[in-house]
T-cell receptor, first 113, second 113 residues
Framework: NAGVTQTPKFQVLKTGQSMTLQCAQDMNHEYMSWYRQDPGMGLRLIHYSVGAGITDQGEVPNGYNVSRSTTEDFPLRLLSAAPSQTSVYFC????????????FGDGTRLSIL | AQSVTQLDSQVPVFEEAPVELRCNYSSSVSVYLFWYVQYPNQGLQLLLKYLSGSTLVKGINGFEAEFNKSQTSFHLRKPSVHISDTAEYFCAVVPFGNEKLTFGTGTRLTIIP
């Protein structure tokens, strides 16, 4: 089915490890974004992209890197994992504007020990 | 900076009863407003949005919301809920000219058979 695909669905890391959360969409959407969801805090924007080769910071960018080499893919990298990064991460895409995500992936549940 | 307040963290409702989920926002400029729904273990889905025009907006699954500029509110309503409406609902706001969507903390709707 068309949509936003996130991998992995679950991951446990040790403090200091690095990893990449993958996000791919097959709808040719220009706009993609990453959010983290924490209890009692709603979703917060980490980074977003308005097209291939163009990214910008959101509300909580520290400790994360992104790149957008193709329209389809928007990976999120944790450089040196910290317990504060334990969260559920959602990737989203849209074709209207960066601030109107229309499709979300099912999320990646990340635990940092 | 803009903010979104969802005063009710949990709302229990009997099946086939009406429901209203409250959302208030603050912003120094005009805004776009959104409601998203998140079913268990899934990503968010766009329920409805207000961009301009009629203040009464109809969305999917029988939901509607009314934009009230004087009260800075965007409450979500459904006249008769079903078990399948059990989910978490998020209100979100984007000020004109801003590229960052701000989410509320969510309201968990529980339907009682």
């Amino acid at each position: 089915n068309a949509g936003v695909t996130q991998t992995p669905k679950f991951q446990v890391l040790k403090t200091g490890q690095s990893m990449t959360l993958q996000c791919a969409q097959d709808m040719n959407h220009e706009y993609m974004s990453w959010y983290r969801q924490d209890p009692g805090m709603g979703l917060r924007l980490i980074h977003y992209s308005v097209g291939a080769g163009i990214t910008d910071q959101g509300e909580v960018p520290n400790g994360y890197n992104v790149s957008r080499s193709t329209t389809e893919d928007f990976p999120l990298r944790l450089l040196s994992a910290a317990p504060s990064q334990t969260s559920v991460y959602f990737c989203a895409s849209g074709d209207r504007s960066p601030n109107q995500p229309q499709h979300f992936g099912d999320g990646t549940r990340l635990s940092i020990l | 900076a803009q903010s979104v307040t969802q005063l009710d963290s949990q709302v229990p409702v009997f099946e086939e009863a009406p429901v209203e989920l409250r959302c208030n926002y603050s912003s120094s400029v005009s805004v776009y407003l959104f409601w998203y729904v998140q079913y268990p273990n899934q990503g968010l889905q766009l329920l409805l949005k207000y961009l301009s025009g009629s203040t009464l907006v109809k969305g999917i699954n029988g939901f509607e919301a009314e934009f009230n500029k004087s009260q800075t509110s965007f409450h979500l309503r459904k006249p008769s809920v079903h078990i399948s409406d059990t989910a978490e609902y998020f209100c979100a706001v984007v000020p004109f000219g801003n590229e960052k969507l701000t989410f509320g903390t969510g309201t968990r709707l529980t339907i009682i058979p």
